[in-house]
């Protein structure tokens, strides 16, 4: 049955107000807070308070060779240097090193064999500090991806742990693992249970569950895989967060790396840590990255907002608008794609106010990560989807997957990093259209009440003039961020402003400030 059209009077202001702010409702600022609070030789001092909320866009690099995820960083410190002058005339404020310590290549070199040094032929951990202070200097803030959740099988430290084991000695590197006599042991649990249907962990049983290692002479617990020559599964064992000793040497993991002077983590699905608990995380993990101060802390795969609540994280994975909290959702759509591909834009405010405001409201940020060059193959359709990003305030990220933004890419970027209003702590209203089901309209207001912006989007394939409705905003007009075009508004308030746009265009707009402010 066809959805019945609800007809308005002009004259009725339908603006839907969606709260975005950076502290929580009870002022709480984020975790961590926007100040350094260990001061070193880093230069962590010369990023902007709370960096990561007023950051643009952060691009995934490696310090590895020829993996598929990062673009490659070079460790010689002049490379580097001339690299991050690049990032930084790209529209990037920010750089995540992905897995940093010593590993092999499951995951893109998750498969850590040593969590104390990076891979010693990229060089010493006194190079990376160096590589850290020079991103520092350009005013380039440097988070790493950290596994805590599990070992290479090649690791000394697991070869160690199974010898011990075999030889009943209840040591605390065999306590850091998981152990059974017997394959139909019950499975222990983890936050990824909310999320998993059976029959995904039946599809991965090569690798996920109770193993079998001649070395320890016992069954270990796996969740992940590295890939043998033969192209067959190696199962890699797991981490017990059940026990105070890996808890212990986790928190000293997550300790050394704060120490080289890093702006904080992102750490590899805590989704799946056996018996880890939220106290767990806050005292292992959050606490101890928030005692740093001006620090991202974010939990990859974490989908609800207990993760912020309860685990003290000031960050999540944005999953393309889409993620239902609390439903198991292997690849969620991503809501931008599908709107744009749909010539209809209807659904970005719902789902925005579904799943991403209610992070917002907690004074989260929103990691949103951008289009793969692999889908998104219309360089117009990709500059909307960005446009899109930027206007709703999250921190846009690019790996290897997305290539390197173009030119009018990397405008968009400086502009929101520029405008308070597109920052991840402004609040945010719908704007009525003359056709919502085609074109999207939002007002974004910075939250010291310093500016607002309109971004104006067209999601038709030809040029389009879109009526907006700013009948409940007092401006006597709008300044083009571009091409700084003054649009005065008619002296009939209720009269919808006309703004010109191009096949798949939009535009952002200073809203001018009314005579009596």
């Not at 580097?80 to 995951?107: H, T, W």
């Not at 193959?377 to 173009?406: E, S």
Request: proline share 6%.
């Amino acid at each position: 049955m066809p959805k019945q059209r609800i007809r308005r009077s002009p004259a009725i202001v339908l603006l839907t107000l969606v709260f975005a702010s950076g502290a929580a409702a009870d002022g709480r600022q984020p975790n961590g807070g926007c100040d350094v609070l260990k001061k070193d030789d880093s230069m962590r001092s010369l990023l902007p308070p709370c960096w990561y909320q007023k950051a643009a866009a952060l691009k995934i690099t490696t310090l590895k060779k020829n993996l598929r995820y990062g673009h490659e960083l070079s460790t010689n410190p002049n490379d580097f240097s001339l690299q991050i002058d690049e990032i930084k005339a790209q529209g990037f404020q920010a750089i995540e090193i992905f897995a940093p310590a010593e590993g092999l290549r499951a995951y893109n070199g998750l498969d850590t064999k040593n969590f104390y040094r990076i891979d010693p032929e990229l060089g010493t951990m006194d190079d990376f500090r160096l590589l850290v202070r020079i991103a520092h200097s350009k005013g380039i803030a440097a988070v790493i991806f950290l596994n805590v959740g599990y070992f290479s099988v090649e690791a000394p430290d697991w070869l160690e742990a199974c010898r011990d084991k075999k030889a009943g000695r209840v040591t605390d590197k065999v306590q850091w693992f998981l152990w059974s006599d017997k394959p139909d042991a019950p499975w222990p649990p983890t936050q990824d249970d909310t999320y998993y249907s059976q029959a995904a962990k039946d599809r991965e049983k090569d690798y996920w569950g109770w193993k079998y290692s001649e070395l320890a002479g016992s069954y270990f617990w796996a969740r992940w895989k590295a890939t043998a020559p033969d192209r067959s599964a190696i199962p890699l064992p797991q981490m017990n967060w059940g026990a105070i000793e890996w808890r212990n040497e986790a928190e000293r993991i997550v300790r050394y790396w704060m120490d080289t002077g890093i702006d904080g983590m992102l750490i590899d699905a805590p989704t799946c840590y056996p018996y880890q608990t939220w106290m767990h995380n806050r005292q292992h993990i959050t606490n101890v990255v928030a005692s740093y101060g001006n620090v991202l802390i974010e939990p990859e795969g974490g989908k609800g907002t207990a993760w912020i609540t309860e685990g003290g994280y000031n960050a999540v994975h944005d999953y393309g608008l889409s993620y239902v909290p609390d439903t198991y959702q292997s690849k969620p759509p991503d809501v931008i794609t599908q709107s744009v591909n749909a010539g209809n834009p209807r659904a970005i405010e719902m789902n925005l106010r579904a799943y991403r405001d209610h992070f917002a409201e907690l004074g989260a940020v929103l990691y949103g990560k951008g289009f793969s060059i692999r889908t998104a193959t219309d360089p117009v359709k990709r500059r909307l989807q960005y446009a899109v990003l930027a206007g709703i305030g999250d921190l846009i990220v690019m790996g290897k997957d997305q290539g390197n933004p173009g030119a009018e890419e990397s405008r968009i970027f400086h502009m929101k990093q520029m405008h308070p209003a597109l920052h991840s702590t402004a609040s945010r209203v719908r704007l009525r259209t003359d056709s919502d089901e085609q074109y999207y309209a939002i007002l974004k207001t910075a939250q010291n009440g310093s500016e607002r912006v309109v971004a104006v989007y067209n999601f038709q394939s030809s040029p389009r003039t879109v009526k907006v409705d700013l009948s409940g905003v007092d401006t006597p007009g709008l300044v083009d961020l571009e091409s700084s075009e003054v649009k005065k508004r008619a002296e009939n308030f209720t009269v919808p402003m006309e703004i010109d746009l191009p096949a798949y265009g939009y535009r952002f707009f200073n809203v001018l400030p009314p005579a009596d402010r």
